[in-house]
């Protein structure tokens, strides 16, 4: 789950890491009255879950409370749009006023977990403000890493480590080494999966700050984290993926016009793959499970339709534990209820394929059968195509 | 023959009392699994559908003479039962459980380090041996007895190349899932190491997906130590970047993990690639006629 910079601030702040001054602004009004607080200079960051916003014109510098009140009314309502979000971009709906520093060096810090040595990672680097994977690509000797061992915890000695990597000294140093330990304790706390501080600011007075925040979690743990799940913003989320979400389905939006529907997230990708494969583009993924039930069906059939751009359906169910004839009753169910809307292969393989099959003919709906993966994708592609031409 | 388990193999069940562990328990001792003990603290001494229950793995070892464990118990407490069945000794460990938090497997497997056990999954439809064993929730009926070995991190895609590898006339000396999580117990090397040394095995169908770089590990692998053909698919060659597919470890971040890295180093390694999910049975063929 992802959550907004502010919010990331908030939850840094009470492990102890030093972030500038700052509040949330929902009014030009609000955005006002903080910069005469905190100010006379402040800037004012557009809260939306993407990255980009400074060259998106999501972040400005104001001076005093009227600038900051001008530039708000800009800014709150944009539509803002970077390289993360897309064409359609985002609408701003919060600002973050905060106190504009007087900066000396802007630095990385990161924390994730690093699979291949099972290890949480700090990574520390001299290259703020870029793109750490950009970094990585060309100057990777900048990259400090220090692994934490599981049984031990981060200690203390690696954080001064990365601290004199950063050519960091003084009290500078003393400062930078609490902020990586509290960043690292942030993460373990949240059960995160990613925290992020680009640019990791050192002022000119020496103090070390977060001057952006960014962070993940992992969401197999969020269920023991109730107060950063209430963080959740719905409206940062595609209106689909949050109702298919209710009903535990896994659906992604793509850019393609061929749904699809599979249980299992693997063959899902396959049936995505194949579908490409074979000259189409897939609409979304999405996984109804393993071991999918009726109801689950007939909510991921709705789902699947609803989707304006999806011009023909592929249903790929490989039946284990799951019965087809389970799964070609609920298809069936939603199908009467809400309508054929576009054309659908469905292809039942495994436990009561026979029993399945014989539950869609006899339903008196048009769906198309197909035995395997690559005749229902070869199916699927020319009667997107063609339902395409027609509407 | 096989590899991690056979006909000699018996399973303690952990968390056989929950619904998913009575269904999946019945559907095991169908197929013929011999499993001899569950286990649900709190509950021992009783019998469950015919199973006697203990208190503690440890006790089902020494009392049932149990060798190997599934694991159905709900994702927040998946670690600890797999922490449980390692001290006991347990050689091969199941873990079935989807959901379990990162930081609680990576826990568990440094708890792993220095112990004889082996851990299957998380997040594993579980592992096979056809027609002697099943440890886990896939359809018995779909696989056949045979030579060729697959190792998968994914359900319902391996049910699939199991089927086409069985409708071709193979058969499976054993089919693995190593979980769809980023931090699972044995990974493709692991598994490709049995596989190397198990002489009823032919060809090994190795079916990864995007994110984290364990198909390219295993390339590495193959290119300098594997002696058999092997056959890769990669699911997820149209995935967007940064969004989790379903599987927590299925997610392409940072630019890294794509399916198309993954292809180009088995393909680097003289692993036959198939491009489509419809052709794996296909090259399976191809591999064993150049052999």
Do not use: W
């Amino acid at each position: 789950m992802k959550i907004h910079e502010y919010q990331a601030k908030q939850i840094l702040a009470k492990y102890g890491v030093q972030i500038p001054k700052g509040e949330v602004a929902e009014t030009a009004e609000k955005a006002a009255e903080i910069a005469a607080k905190i100010g006379p200079r402040v800037v004012l960051k557009a809260q939306i879950h993407a990255g980009g916003r400074g060259k998106g014109g999501g972040i400005k510098l104001a001076n005093g409370a009227d600038e900051a009140k001008k530039l708000a009314k800009d800014m709150i309502g944009m539509r803002l749009i970077t390289h993360q979000t897309g064409p359609e971009g985002k609408i701003v709906k919060r600002l973050l006023v905060e106190e504009a520093l007087e900066i000396a060096r802007e630095l990385y810090l990161g924390i994730v977990i690093d699979r291949a040595r099972e290890a949480v990672v700090i990574m520390a680097s001299t290259e703020g403000g870029m793109e750490i994977e950009k970094v990585a690509a060309e100057k990777p000797e900048l990259i400090f890493k220090e692994y934490v061992n599981p049984a031990a915890g981060f200690a203390g000695f690696q954080a001064r480590k990365l601290a004199f990597q950063l050519g960091l000294s003084g009290e500078t140093h003393k400062q930078a080494g609490k902020f990586i330990t509290a960043l690292y304790r942030a993460f373990e706390g949240t059960d995160a999966s990613l925290a992020e501080i680009n640019p990791l600011l050192v002022t000119k007075q020496g103090n070390v700050l977060a001057l952006d925040a960014k962070m993940n979690f992992d969401d197999n743990a969020l269920a023991r984290h109730p107060e950063i799940q209430a963080m959740r913003d719905l409206d940062e989320e595609e209106p689909l993926e949050v109702e298919a979400s209710k009903y535990n389905l896994n659906y992604i939006k793509l850019d393609g016009n061929v749904g699809c529907m599979v249980n299992g997230a693997g063959l899902a990708m396959a049936t995505m793959d194949i579908i490409k494969y074979s000259g189409g583009m897939p609409a979304n993924f999405l996984d109804v499970g393993g071991g999918v039930s009726e109801e689950a069906v007939t909510n991921a059939f709705k789902i699947l339709v609803s989707d304006k751009d999806v011009k023909a359906a592929l249903i790929n169910i490989f039946g284990g534990i799951v019965r087809c004839d389970m799964v070609a009753g609920g298809i069936v169910k939603a199908a009467k209820e809400i309508g054929l809307k576009v054309p659908m292969v469905v292809r039942l393989k495994g436990t009561n394929m026979d029993a399945g099959k014989k539950i869609l003919e006899e339903s008196g709906l048009a769906f198309y059968a197909a035995d395997t993966m690559k005749e229902a994708a070869e199916k699927v592609v020319p009667l997107a195509r063609q339902q395409a031409k027609r509407s | 023959m096989s590899i991690l388990i056979d006909e000699k193999t018996r399973v303690v069940v952990q968390g056989i009392t929950g619904g998913e562990g009575t269904f999946h328990t019945q559907k095991m001792v169908e197929y013929g699994t011999k499993v001899v003990a569950g286990m649900t603290p709190g509950k021992g001494g009783t019998t469950h559908i015919g199973i006697p229950v203990f208190n503690t793995v440890a006790e089902a070892r020494l009392k049932a003479g149990a060798n190997a464990a599934a694991i159905f118990v709900p994702p927040f407490f998946a670690a600890d039962a797999i922490m449980e069945s390692a001290e006991a000794g347990i050689e091969v460990i199941v873990c079935i459980t989807e959901g379990i938090p990162t930081f609680d497997m990576i826990k568990a497997k440094a708890f792993l380090r220095g112990k004889s056990s082996v851990l299957i999954g998380p997040n594993t439809p579980g592992v096979i041996s056809p027609g002697k064993c099943k440890i886990g929730i896939m359809p018995g009926p779909i696989h056949a007895p045979g030579r060729i070995g697959i190792i998968s991190r994914s359900g319902t895609l391996t049910y699939e190349a199991v089927d086409q590898v069985t409708k071709l006339g193979f058969g499976q000396s054993t089919a693995i899932g190593i979980g769809g999580d980023p931090i699972v117990g044995m990974k493709f090397i692991d598994l490709l190491k049995l596989f190397k040394a198990d002489k009823g095995t032919d060809a090994v169908i190795m079916i990864g997906e995007i994110g984290g770089t364990a198909e390219e590990e295993a390339a590495a692998y193959i290119k300098k130590e594997f002696n058999k053909p092997v056959v890769g698919f990669i699911a997820g060659q149209t995935a967007p970047p940064g969004r989790r597919m379903g599987h927590a470890g299925a997610i392409i971040s940072g630019g890294k993990g794509t399916a198309k890295e993954k292809m180009e180093a088995l393909e680097g390694a003289g692993v036959y690639v198939a491009k489509s999910p419809a052709d794996i049975g296909l090259k399976v063929k191809e591999a064993l006629k150049k052999k």
